[in-house]
């Protein structure tokens, strides 16, 4: 059945001219772009999204990186497409990312990896009202 997922290019992806490159990607690995905007996280809005993290010491910093300037949202589709990004995206850490992933390719650290991916059905659920809040009906 068709999922859906929400994946953000983070700052250091959009400083670094990434965003052709990376909607490229997914669109090419035969995820369909249903939605794509460029915002500017309010600094409560960064921490709304990230809340499950709000205890972590790396949470000010994230959340502050996450809305100092505009990023790119895209709402993607394609059979198992959480768990199908989540692998085209890789682990966390771009030093431990597989080989060809968006944060092997491209990350430089655990901050600056580039892009986030929703990690469930539920994560997705929120992350897109945070996102989109007017609504996604029409799609
Ligand atoms: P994920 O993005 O792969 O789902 P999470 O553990 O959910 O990873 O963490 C959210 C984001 O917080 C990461 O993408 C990363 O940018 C940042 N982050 C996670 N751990 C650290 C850390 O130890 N130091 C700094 N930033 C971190
Ligand atoms: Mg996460």
Redesign the pocket.
Known sequence: MAERTLILIKPDGINRNLIGTILARFEGEGLKILALKMFKFTKGGAENF?AM?REKP?FE??TSWMSSQPIVAAILESENAISKVRDIVGA?NPAEARQGTIRALYGTS??Q?VV?AS?SQEAYEKEVRIVFPEGIEHF
């Open positions: 990230y993290h790396f910093e994230l966390t655990v901050g990896n986030h990690d």
